[in-house]
T-cell receptor
């Protein structure tokens, strides 16, 4: 059974701190790993990672994938209260018909204290 | 910016009733998905749909569930006879090609409450 595990489950930090969120996975037919941010409702896309060792960056957020050790990290530097959300890691698994399904972790709930 | 839309935002129904959740995927997307998230639990895959047929479905997607693309824009999820445990947030997603470089974009979700 495909498995995606995120840690920590929740994290409370002060504004300005740097945080690292972890995601490890055990899946068959790995295609890519995605990070989403979920505030009130819909997960919104952050990053898609397909290759090991190549950092993706978007402003204060960055992420990297290690396909040998089967994990990814999401870094947020200089956190702001608007970063408070649940961060979801999902692994895209190849299916028989070419459209991949996502297997999600339970998420990390990040709370930024002003 | 194009987005996936879903209606209604919240649906309350009695156990045993049929519900239809509606989604309008992004217009040039060809692959469609339904996921659900029970309160406090993780997002779970239900079904994927391409070329007017189901591509893959999970164990959750039993005979009570069906999907349809009744016209060129809508994508629906029907639950025939709802159970208490169907209470969850249901997300629709779509992607352009379904290939490894294409991201699934999610709608805002429909919160289904079964009483």
């Amino acid at each position: 059974e495909d498995k995606v595990v995120q840690s920590p489950l929740s994290l409370v930090v002060h504004e300005g701190d740097t945080v690292t969120l972890n995601c490890s996975y055990e899946v068959t037919n790995f295609r890519s790993l995605l990070w989403y941010k979920q505030e009130k409702k819909a997960p919104t896309f952050l990053f898609m990672l397909t290759s090991s060792g190549i950092e993706k960056k978007s402003g204060r957020l960055s992420s990297i994938l290690d396909k040998k050790e089967l994990f990814s990290i999401l870094n947020i530097t200089a956190t702001q209260t608007g970063d408070s959300a649940v961060y979801l890691c999902a692994v895209e698994v190849e299916s028989n018909f070419g459209n991949e399904k996502l297997t999600f972790g339970t998420g990390t709930r990040l709370t930024i204290i002003p | 910016e194009p987005e996936v839309t879903q209606t209604p935002s919240h649906q309350v129904t009695q156990m045993g009733q049929e519900v239809i959740l509606r989604c309008v995927p992004i217009s040039n997307h060809l692959y469609f998905y339904w996921y659900r998230q029970i309160l406090g639990q993780k997002v779970e895959f239900l079904v994927s749909f391409y070329n007017n047929e189901i591509s893959e479905k999970s164990e959750i997607f039993d005979d009570q569930f069906s999907v349809e693309r009744p016209d060129g824009s809508n994508f629906t999820l029907k639950i025939r006879s709802t159970k208490l445990e169907d209470s969850a947030m249901y997300f629709c997603a779509s992607s352009e090609k379904g290939a490894r470089t294409d991201t699934q974009y999610f709608g805002p979700g429909t919160r289904l409450t079964v009483l």
